[in-house]
Each structure stands twice: as structure tokens, then as C-alpha cells.
């Protein structure tokens, strides 16, 4: 994995929440939508075939678990995992949680409205307790 390197628009648009077995955990900057972005930790990956299958299943486990998590704590209506890759190449999982009141129900939440960056104090505490509740998923 010492050949990972982050994506600079996937540094730029997220913060990091935590490094799970296989992948980065961040935090999409759009606090209009409890939004996580997970980025396996291999270097030159741009789609799921090209990880192993050991690899595969791994991410899947780690993102289900942190939707599952995360749509708890949110009491989210749907949960959106996507790998859409159109911008940033290198493979990233989205995990939304979908309220059926949000700015973008029904549809998907790329390009709808304006992001809302999270100021540095609720950015601060979003942070800390994504890390708890993803604690004893590492």
C-alpha cells in the first residue's frame, strides 16, 4: 500500500475520517447530505475488477458496514452506494445517506444546488463522531 496516493481533487472536495483495513474513509464537504467516501488503498486502481477478489469483497464489507452505520445514526430513508468515476478516475465508493426530504429527493445528489462546505467548528465535531461510530469497524 506504499504506493497509495490520494486523488488531489478527492483531498480537495473531502476530509479524513478514518483508515479502515482496505479503504480511506472521508467525509464528502457537502453537510447537506451525510456523505462518505471510501477510496480502497492500492495504488493505480481505477476500477472493482482490477482489485483482487479478497480486495472486493473487503470494500463491500467496509462500505455496507459504514452505510449501515451511518444510516442508523442519521435514520436515513435510503442508503446510495455508487462508483461512478466520471470526474476522478481513481476508484472511490460513495455511501449516502438519502432522506426523503432532502435537496436532492428523488433524484441523485450530483449536481443538484450548492454544496454547503461544513465551517471548522461543526467540521470538528462531525469528524470526531464519525471516528466513534466507525471506531469498531477498523
Same mark, same amino acid.
Given at each position: ?22 479503504? /480511506? ?10 456523505? $462518505? ?10 476500477? =472493482?475488477?482490477? $482489485? ?8 463491500? /464489507? ?16 435510503? $442508503? ?7 470526474? =476522478?478516475?481513481?476508484?472511490? $465508493? ?45
Amino acid at each position: 500500500m506504499t504506493d497509495f496516493s490520494l486523488h488531489p481533487r478527492l483531498a480537495a472536495d473531502s476530509h479524513h475520517v478514518v483508515d479502515l483495513p482496505l479503504c /480511506q474513509v472521508r467525509l464528502n464537504d457537502d453537510r447537506r447530505f451525510p456523505w $462518505l467516501v471510501l477510496i480502497p488503498r492500492r495504488a493505480e486502481i481505477r476500477e =472493482v475488477y482490477e $482489485l483482487g477478489a479478497d480486495d472486493q469483497a473487503t470494500m463491500w /464489507q467496509e462500505a455496507t458496514e459504514a452505510g449501515r452505520r451511518l444510516m442508523a445514526h442519521h435514520e436515513g430513508d435510503k $442508503l446510495n452506494l455508487a462508483t461512478l468515476g466520471n470526474q =476522478v478516475a481513481q476508484l472511490h $465508493l460513495h455511501v449516502i445517506v438519502r432522506h426523503a426530504d432532502d435537496a436532492a429527493w428523488p433524484g441523485p445528489v450530483w449536481g443538484q444546488g450548492t454544496p454547503q462546505p461544513y465551517d471548522d467548528a461543526t467540521l470538528d465535531t462531525h469528524l470526531t463522531a464519525l471516528r466513534d461510530l466507525l471506531a469498531s469497524s477498523e
